[in-house]
């Protein structure tokens, strides 16, 4: 297990070298002088090459990069071009709130994806099934936007039940949260029947079946359990979309996490931070795609000997 | 001996014609067998129709709105929906109905050609590096590792931030994050047709690569590319609107139905028809391109399910 491991991890170094490449030309790729974009439009000659002087501008690519990855090292990502706070110290005062909206959604939405999975393809072909299924379907094509601000116009405007923004309560978390976990619910409501229905067709299941087994037995300890392998791998992918979500969702809800920070500082033209979060993103999903393979390995030792 | 040769092409162009007509009649039997599979999905028919009307809405809808999109109506400004306005009307008094049917072509139109570009993009590259493997394949797949790093949207809103916002820019960003999934999938189809006894017996006929690669392999990959195709149509769309949504897409004046709904988010206690209206439409637009997808890849391809 510790050679799955280590192998694993040896292999997101190159793909995250790759990253900080891609991220690190972000200032590169920005369309004329990057020096200029960055000073503003009224900024004078001056302004400029001090600009220039203060991102290493003049210096070549290379060592222009090499200094970018020594920064990254000691958690020196530059500083913001509109407060200049450090971008480091920006990100991680946002932080929490971002990790708050993913649990929130994590919460209840891949129990209740897993749940709906598994009960439609237990009863597969009738109306359970279709009405599962076409939650689902409906789930995944809802714009989380919409959503949001139906829900806040029907609980908070309407009802008056939940408040409208921020995060000051557990019920301030309830309506973000039911925004975050639709997705996750609804696809993993797909997978997990998909997957459940491949694992009943399996000989084991037969097997336990002719051995005269409880059909609830033979379902939830031969086939429900078989059928999580292949749904920790989605979820993972979708915990690593819903830091994606949370963009949306904290601009719908004024909670002032990494997505809306994101969405400030393009409008800002605030490279530098646009940069570092851009990083932090892609990490946490490169992680948690490393977590999920670890744990893939733990459950299925198969994919370990591989 | 010029008989016998006559003889002999005879024979050939019999043979030719036999095969073709074989070939024509196992091809419409096919098709045949496809379309009665895909009717008894119900519900992806009934999507099929929605997407038909939703084509025609974005090609005539525009002339056959009853109000210009820009026509202002200050006696009815925030109206609730009505006889004469059926889905209300917005803070200037214009036609809410005459905006999202202004709004298909502008809507629809970005969707459908990001994922056209990024499809053609996304697919060359696939087959490419299916069909030779080693550093290409290296270099693609390594590209594609990248760019799925950045979930979703976030990669989107990258490639907004670099350009700037503007729906010429939405294009190209969903274009972008569209390329890597292509990619993948193809690269995968590849590798499963290039082993093919008629990959092999084209190759040693000596046909040029190109030949195998786009007359031979591609056929044999054309079933993934459509099932994806479909399925990327309804996150296209989605991710344009939220772009337009955050700002960042289409101007908030245009009747892009993602702005549309930004600027009704202003007035949800007052007139939340701004938001429901536009909102649904998105909403039943995506529904009709994934339903649709779901059957045609149920029918093509029953194991993935």
């Given at each position: 297990m510790g050679r799955y491991i280590a192998r694993r991890l040896l292999e997101t170094i190159p793909l995250m070298l790759i990253i900080s490449i891609f991220v690190f030309m972000f200032i590169h790729l920005i369309p004329g002088d990057p020096a200029r974009t960055l000073a503003?439009?009224?900024?004078t000659p001056e302004e400029i090459e001090a600009i220039r002087e203060e991102f290493g501008l003049n210096d070549p690519l290379l060592k222009q990069y090499a200094d970018y990855m020594i920064g990254l090292f000691k958690g020196d990502m530059g500083r913001s071009?509109?407060?200049?706070?450090p971008v480091t110290e920006l990100i991680w005062s946002r932080f929490q709130f971002t990790i708050q909206l993913v649990c929130a959604g994590l919460v209840w939405a891949p129990f209740l994806g897993i749940f709906i999975g598994v009960m439609c393809a237990i009863k597969r072909g009738t109306w359970v099934d279709l009405g599962g299924m076409f939650l689902a379907i409906c789930g995944l094509s809802a714009p989380g936007f919409w959503l949001g601000l139906m829900g806040i116009q029907f609980f908070?405007?309407?009802?008056?039940?939940?408040?409208?923004?921020?995060?000051?309560?557990w019920k301030s978390l309830v309506l973000p949260s039911l925004v975050m976990g639709t997705g996750i619910m609804a696809t993993l409501a797909r997978y997990s029947r998909s997957s459940m229905l491949e694992t009943l067709r399996e000989d084991y299941v037969r097997t336990a079946r002719a051995k005269g087994q409880k059909e609830s037995i033979v379902m939830f300890r031969h086939a429900f359990k078989n059928s999580l392998i292949q749904v920790v791998t989605i979820l993972g992918l979708q915990i690593g979309g819903l830091l994606s979500g949370s963009v949306i969702t904290e601009n719908i809800f004024s909670i002032p996490g990494m997505g809306r920070l994101l969405v400030d500082s393009i409008s800002f033209r605030d490279y530098p931070v646009i940069q570092g979060l851009l990083m932090i993103f892609a990490l946490q999903y490169v992680l948690i795609n490393l977590v999920v393979d670890v744990l893939y390995g733990v459950i299925n030792p198969k994919i370990r000997l591989d | 001996m010029p008989n016998t040769q006559n003889e002999q092409v005879k024979t050939d162009t019999s043979f030719e014609e036999n095969y073709i007509d074989e070939n024509v009649s196992v091809k419409t039997n096919k098709t045949k067998e496809f379309i009665k599979k895909f009717m008894k999905r119900k519900t992806a028919v009934a999507a099929f129709f929605v997407m038909c009307f939703l084509l025609l809405m974005a090609l005539f809808g525009p002339s056959l709105?009853?109000?210009?999109?820009?026509a202002y109506d200050y006696d009815n400004i925030?109206?609730?929906?009505?006889?004469?306005h059926l889905f209300g009307t917005d803070q200037y008094g214009r036609d809410i109905f005459s905006r999202i049917l202004a709004g298909t072509p502008l809507t629809l139109g970005v969707s459908l050609s990001s994922v056209i570009v990024g499809a053609a993009l996304g697919t060359v590259l696939g087959l490419l590096a299916g069909y030779y493997g080693g550093w290409i394949e290296m270099l693609v797949m390594r590209g594609a590792d990248v760019l799925f790093s950045f979930p979703d949207i976030l990669l989107a809103i990258a490639i907004v931030a670099l350009l700037g916002p503007g729906i010429v820019n939405v294009f190209i960003a969903v274009a972008v994050f569209t390329v890597p999934s292509f990619a993948r999938i193809m690269r995968s189809a590849t590798l499963a047709v290039k082993g093919s006894l008629y990959v092999e017996v084209a190759r040693s006929l000596g046909c040029k690569d190109g030949r195998i690669l786009f007359v031979h392999i591609f056929p044999g990959t054309l079933q993934s590319l459509i099932v994806n195709f479909t399925m990327r149509i309804g996150s296209a769309i989605m991710a344009a609107s939220s772009l337009s949504f955050l700002?960042?897409?289409?101007?908030?004046?245009?009747?892009?139905w993602g702005a549309m709904l930004s600027l009704g988010r202003s007035y949800l206690?007052?007139?939340?028809h701004m938001v429901y209206l536009p909102g649904l439409v998105i909403f039943i637009t995506v529904l009709a391109f994934n339903l649709f997808g779901d059957g045609l890849r149920d029918t093509l391809d029953p194991k993935i399910k």
């Open positions: 503003g439009v009224e900024a071009l509109k407060s200049n706070i908070s405007v309407k009802m008056g039940m939940l408040p409208s923004a921020g995060l000051e309560s | 709105a009853p109000y210009a999109p820009e925030l109206a609730g929906p009505s006889a004469s700002g960042f897409g289409a101007n908030i004046a245009d009747p892009e206690s007052t007139a939340p």
